[in-house]
Nanobody
Framework: QVQLVESGGGLVQAGGSLRLACELS??????????MGWFRQAPGKEREFVAA????????RYTDSVKGRFTMSRDIAKNTVYLHMNNLKPKDTAAYFC?????????????????????WGEGTQVTVSS
């Protein structure tokens, strides 16, 4: 069974930076088989898409509110994806979750819908103070 474990959350002042990490373990397939995504959920709000990466690693997508500030990357040797967050704003405060999907039709496909993903981590809290 695939397991995802996020880390790197914390309290930061507005304008600061954090790097979230999500390590994938278990499962039948290699790490590069899984398209990956980052989502976030603020109190009282629905979970929303933040970033996605194709299983090739060559395609990434971001929600408009984080474009130019957040970058998703991965280290295949460590079975880990990262979310580099710069110029953080109070509105970025949320629990951040990583997700993995079992394979994909094409290596360049990415997924922005939470219902497309099969595996989820338990989340890491990011709090941005003003």
């Amino acid at each position: 069974q695939v397991q995802l474990v996020e880390s790197g959350g914390g309290l930061v002042q507005a304008g600061g930076s954090l790097r979230l990490a999500c390590e994938l373990s278990g499962g039948t397939f290699s790490f590069s088989w899984y398209p990956m995504g980052w989502f976030r959920q603020a109190p009282g709000k629905e979970r929303e898409f933040v970033a996605a990466m194709s299983r090739s690693g060559g395609v990434t997508r971001y929600t408009d509110s984080v474009k130019g500030r957040f970058t998703m990357s991965r280290d295949i040797a460590k079975n880990t994806v990262y979310l580099h967050m710069n110029n953080l704003k109070p509105k970025d405060t949320a629990a951040y979750f990583c997700a993995a999907k079992r394979g994909g039709i094409a290596s360049t496909e990415f997924y922005t819908g939470a219902n497309k993903y099969d595996y989820w981590g338990e989340g890491t809290q990011v709090t941005v103070s003003s």
